[in-house]
């Protein structure tokens, strides 16, 4: 059979989907088509088997994963009179080949977890088609016992002719059937039953069913038993296992009825036996292959959560203590030495990690990648997940040789330790997750405790990571103005312009709030591009409407991910002449830090926007530790000197040390032919005080906090501290 392509994309439109979805129940039915015995045309049977495949991909996709649609898709290939065994084996095979091949073309589910799924739906599938069928078997061969016996009993007491047709549907029958008296005496067995249990008929005739228990009977089935043979219930139906005479389980679906005399009174007991061990050992299988991972053997995240689930359910003094182990660096062994190198030590490390948890209530699971989890509970967890962390990170110390090569394994580790009933299984391994990461970004290959507020932190800023994009949609930023004040004559000089969120739920943020968040996605380049915008359409409004001057120049900051955007210098002349605010009228601010270590193809953006008449700013200058020989490479005409200099200067005497740093540090600025901007500015005292040495302008609470834009204007000159 020719394999079908690839399909593409996660995007599908529905046209596709569906095309996809009748290619698989081609491959379907060209499978089991043979093996059916149906009237049915082959076109007829695909629309038969259609609405199946439709909800085998449904359940596939499905929140909550659900598995009935799965079952009944069994119990449909059985009224399909897809009843050969071969059919079903024929069917889980192409399930498990192309049902996420073709139809698991989704949206937002981890290709691991589509196949941890469709292994259950198989389980189910199968399950559902083994009922359907025994269902179908025992109504059927029921119905003949029951007419075989009354022509048997008929026979007795009138003709003997019946008997061998009796005897011909007793001996043919394809499930094992046996009569006993009520006293539990097997009086006779057909061929099928006696196969069953081994062939010799010896072992099964004559012999009592008491001697028949087994340990995994429940206590019902023998509490039913006892009902049926004193005539309270006519028949129940049950699984149960027996012993073969060589000590084998055979496994049956068993049912029991109850055969009464002319009188009514309770005669003789019927067992219909279908043997069921082959189909639990596949469902066995399936159950492993569905909740264990498929390179390393250990339980997979179904397992894990499922005994997670457990641990934590509401019991007086029960506790719990997890480890989230993720590997240091193991990225860079993918990278460097492929993925069959990197798949030979999760399997080393899989092995040692099973020797760390061999105490009763300790389990070792891989949640996928390089991520681990080791699970203990019972008396103790305090101590006894302490103890299990140490042994996570000693049995990683020991190099891996893999190729001839030794690798140094190191991990990060996540402690969550509690009492059970408090957290359900995704708050834990959130909570897990979390503290896994902060021991990453203290170095790694240590332990760390869950922490509460830690928690809420981390979450609150993956809550605001994934609502920036929308809120850049939905308007929620805004600018505040805060003025830049000429020193020597006190007019207001220019203005900063600073972002802020208004966010639904938190308020207003700063920047120090979503920044750093906005860098490490990538949104800060069109959010950057949105505030230089509004901020240079503000200046161009204030120069229209101020004839006396208004603020002649806008600052905006830059960050480092915007420095290194291709578009800067591209983005800057298009909002400049899309407004018709001159270059000279717009200052970019670049910390220093950014700035460190630059190499010309850094700094040659800033250089061609320096040509155009763009004013660049030093920012937080003094906190960087640069090299003041750099300033004379860099294409910048202010400074902006931290306010960590000037601090000293709120009192009155000022602090000697500083006023000596700011006076140099200008008379260094000037030299090079660069205007000083001083930060912070909160006193009139600062603000005397920098006059005197000579900066050009300042900004601060002295003068006015960051506000609207028509208050520019709007100086307070009041201390602030």
Same mark, same amino acid.
């Given at each position: 059979m020719k394999l079908p392509s690839q399909p593409s994309g996660s995007g599908a439109e529905p046209d596709d989907v569906e095309d996809r979805l009748r290619r698989f129940v081609t491959i379907w039915s060209r499978a089991i088509f043979p093996v059916t015995a149906t009237s049915l045309t082959r076109a007829e049977f695909e629309g038969h088997l259609?609405? @199946?495949? !439709?909800?085998?991909?449904?359940?596939?996709? +499905?929140?909550?994963?659900?598995?009935?649609?799965?079952?009944?898709? +069994?119990?449909?290939?059985?009224?399909?009179? %897809?009843?050969?065994?071969?059919?079903?084996?024929?069917?889980?095979?192409?399930?498990?080949?192309?049902?996420?091949?073709? %139809? /698991?073309?989704?949206? #937002?589910?981890?290709?691991?977890?589509?196949?941890?799924? %469709?292994?259950?739906?198989?389980?189910?599938?199968?399950?559902?088609?083994?009922?359907?069928?025994?269902?179908?078997?025992?109504? =059927?061969?029921?119905?003949?016992?029951?007419?075989? @016996?009354?022509?048997?009993?008929?026979?007795?007491?009138?003709?003997?002719?019946?008997?061998?047709?009796?005897?011909?549907?007793? #001996? +043919?029958?394809?499930? +094992?059937i046996g009569i006993a008296d009520l006293d539990g005496n097997v009086l006779e067995v057909n061929e099928t039953l006696t196969r069953m249990f081994g062939g010799l008929e010896h072992h099964v005739r004559s012999r009592n069913i008491s001697e028949w228990g087994h340990p995994e009977d429940g206590p019902h089935v023998w509490r039913l038993y006892d009902e049926l043979v004193r005539g309270e219930r006519e028949h129940y139906r049950v699984e149960k296992p027996y012993y073969?005479?060589?000590?084998?389980?055979?496994?049956?679906?068993?049912?029991?009825? @109850?055969?009464?005399?002319?009188?009514?009174?309770?005669?003789?007991?019927?067992?219909? *036996? =279908?043997?069921?061990?082959?189909?639990?050992?596949?469902?066995?299988?399936?159950?492993?292959?569905?909740?264990?991972?498929?390179?390393?053997?250990?339980?997979?995240? $179904?397992?894990?959560?499922?005994?997670?689930?457990?641990?934590?359910?509401?019991? #007086?003094?029960?506790?719990? /203590?997890?480890?989230?182990?993720?590997?240091?660096?193991?990225?860079?062994?993918?990278?460097?030495?492929?993925?069959?190198?990197?798949?030979?030590?999760?399997?080393?490390?899989?092995?040692? @990690?099973?020797? %760390?948890?061999?105490?009763?209530?300790? *389990?070792?699971?891989?949640?996928?990648?390089?991520?681990?989890?080791?699970?203990?509970?019972?008396?103790? $967890?305090?101590?006894?997940?302490?103890?299990?962390?140490? !042994? &996570?990170?000693?049995?990683?110390?020991?190099?891996?040789? &893999?190729?001839?090569?030794?690798?140094?394994?190191? /991990?990060?580790? /996540?402690?969550?330790?509690?009492?059970?009933?408090?957290?359900?299984?995704?708050?834990?391994?959130?909570?897990?997750?979390?503290? *896994?990461?902060?021991?990453?970004?203290?170095?790694?290959?240590?332990?760390?405790?869950?922490?509460?507020?830690?928690?809420? !932190?981390?979450?609150?800023?993956?809550?605001?990571?994934?609502?920036?994009?929308?809120?850049?949609?939905?308007?929620?930023?805004?600018?505040?103005?805060?003025?830049?004040?000429?020193?020597?004559?006190?007019?207001?000089?220019?203005? =900063?312009?600073?972002? !802020?969120?208004?966010?639904?739920?938190?308020?207003?943020l700063g920047p120090d709030r979503f920044i750093p968040l906005a860098e490490n996605t990538g949104l800060i380049v069109p959010l950057g591009r949105w505030v230089l915008q509004e901020a240079v359409r503000q200046a161009r409004f204030w120069q229209t409407r101020h004839s006396d001057g208004g603020p002649l120049r806008i600052n905006v900051n830059l960050s480092p991910t915007q420095l290194h955007h291709p578009r800067l210098v591209a983005d800057t002349v298009d909002v400049l002449e899309r407004s018709g605010l001159e270059p000279g009228a717009l200052c970019l601010e670049v910390t220093e830090s950014a700035l460190i270590g630059a190499d010309d193809d850094l700094l040659k953006p800033l250089r061609q926007l320096a040509e155009m008449g763009v004013d660049i700013a030093l920012d937080d200058f003094g906190t960087g530790y640069s090299n003041l020989a750099n300033l004379r490479r860099l294409p910048v005409s202010v400074l902006k000197l931290d306010r960590s200099f000037t601090r000293g200067m709120q009192q009155h005497p000022a602090d000697p040390v500083d006023l000596k740093i700011v006076e140099g540090i200008v008379s260094l600025a000037h030299s090079l032919e660069l205007a000083v901007t001083v930060e912070g500015v909160e006193t009139g005292a600062q603000a005397q005080q920098l006059r005197e040495l000579g900066c050009d302008t300042a900004q601060g609470w002295y003068y006015a906090r960051p506000g609207a834009p028509d208050r520019i204007h709007s100086l307070v000159l009041a201390d602030a501290v």
């Open positions: 259609l609405p @199946l495949a !439709r909800s085998l991909s449904a359940a596939l996709h +499905g929140r909550p994963f659900d598995t009935a649609p799965a079952h009944r898709a +069994g119990a449909g290939l059985v009224a399909a009179h %897809c009843t050969d065994p071969d059919a079903l084996s024929r069917t889980l095979g192409v399930v498990d080949s192309y049902l996420v091949l073709y %139809c /698991g073309t989704a949206r #937002d589910t981890p290709s691991e977890e589509l196949r941890a799924r %469709c292994a259950r739906l198989q389980h189910a599938m199968a399950a559902g088609f083994a009922q359907a069928l025994r269902e179908r078997t025992l109504v =059927e061969q029921e119905a003949i016992a029951r007419s075989a @016996l009354s022509a048997r009993s008929a026979a007795e007491v009138a003709l003997h002719a019946t008997e061998s047709r009796f005897r011909a549907v007793f #001996d +043919g029958a394809a499930i +094992g073969r005479g060589d000590g084998t389980v055979l496994w049956t679906n068993l049912t029991v009825s @109850l055969l009464r005399d002319a009188e009514g009174f309770p005669q003789y007991q019927l067992a219909l *036996m =279908e043997d069921t061990t082959e189909r639990r050992l596949l469902n066995l299988r399936l159950r492993y292959e569905a909740t264990h991972d498929a390179l390393t053997g250990l339980p997979n995240r $179904t397992l894990f959560f499922e005994r997670l689930e457990k641990a934590l359910a509401p019991a #007086d003094g029960a506790r719990f /203590g997890l480890c989230y182990l993720d590997l240091d660096g193991f990225k860079a062994i993918n990278d460097s030495l492929g993925h069959s190198a990197g798949d030979r030590l999760l399997v080393e490390v899989a092995d040692r @990690l099973q020797s %760390c948890a061999t105490a009763p209530g300790e *389990m070792v699971a891989r949640l996928g990648g390089d991520e681990f989890v080791a699970l203990t509970t019972g008396a103790g $967890t305090e101590r006894g997940v302490v103890e299990l962390a140490n !042994r &996570i990170l000693a049995v990683l110390a020991t190099p891996v040789r &893999i190729d001839g090569r030794e690798l140094t394994v190191r /991990g990060s580790v /996540g402690v969550v330790e509690g009492p059970a009933g408090e957290r359900t299984p995704a708050e834990v391994l959130r909570s897990a997750d979390i503290t *896994m990461y902060r021991a990453k970004s203290a170095g790694g290959n240590r332990f760390e405790f869950a922490d509460a507020e830690a928690d809420a !932190r981390a979450i609150t800023r993956h809550g605001l990571t994934t609502a920036l994009p929308a809120a850049l949609e939905r308007g929620e930023f805004f600018i505040e103005y805060q003025p830049l004040v000429h020193l020597g004559d006190g007019s207001v000089h220019g203005a =900063e312009a600073l972002v !802020r969120w208004c966010h639904p739920q938190h308020g207003v």
